[in-house]
């Protein structure tokens, strides 16, 4: 699944750990007891989730619009899928 994504290494890389739920967010380092504030820092909206970082946070999605992908809910899809772990 993920040697077919056309990527440099770094972002497969960024992708399997997102997929693995293995990128410690706020939200992931709070539940462990760590002593941090759960909030994203970007926004200061909502919880630091994978899915959050990566596809809610209106700071994401500005930066998702300015790429060569762009954003939209229905381009996004995968991503939420892949996020969730489905």
Same mark, same amino acid.
């Given at each position: 699944?993920?040697?077919?994504? +056309?990527?440099?290494? +770094? ?5 399997? %750990? ?5 990128? !410690?967010?706020?939200? &992931?380092?709070?539940? +462990?007891?760590? *002593?941090?504030? *759960? ?5 200061? /909206?909502? %919880? ?7 596809? &809610?946070? !209106?700071?994401?999605? &500005? ?10 809910? $229905?381009?996004?899809? !995968?991503?939420? $899928?892949?996020? %969730? /772990?489905?």
């Amino acid at each position: 699944m993920f040697q077919a994504i +056309k990527a440099h290494p +770094k972002v497969k890389v960024v992708v399997w %750990k997102a997929y693995m739920h293995s990128i !410690p967010t706020l939200s &992931d380092l709070y539940n +462990k007891r760590v *002593n941090v504030v *759960n909030i994203c820092p970007f926004c200061q /909206g909502s %919880k630091e989730t994978s899915l959050h970082l990566f596809v &809610d946070c !209106p700071i994401a999605r &500005d930066c998702w619009s300015c790429s060569l992908v762009g954003y939209s809910r $229905i381009n996004a899809s !995968p991503l939420v $899928i892949l996020l %969730k /772990g489905l």
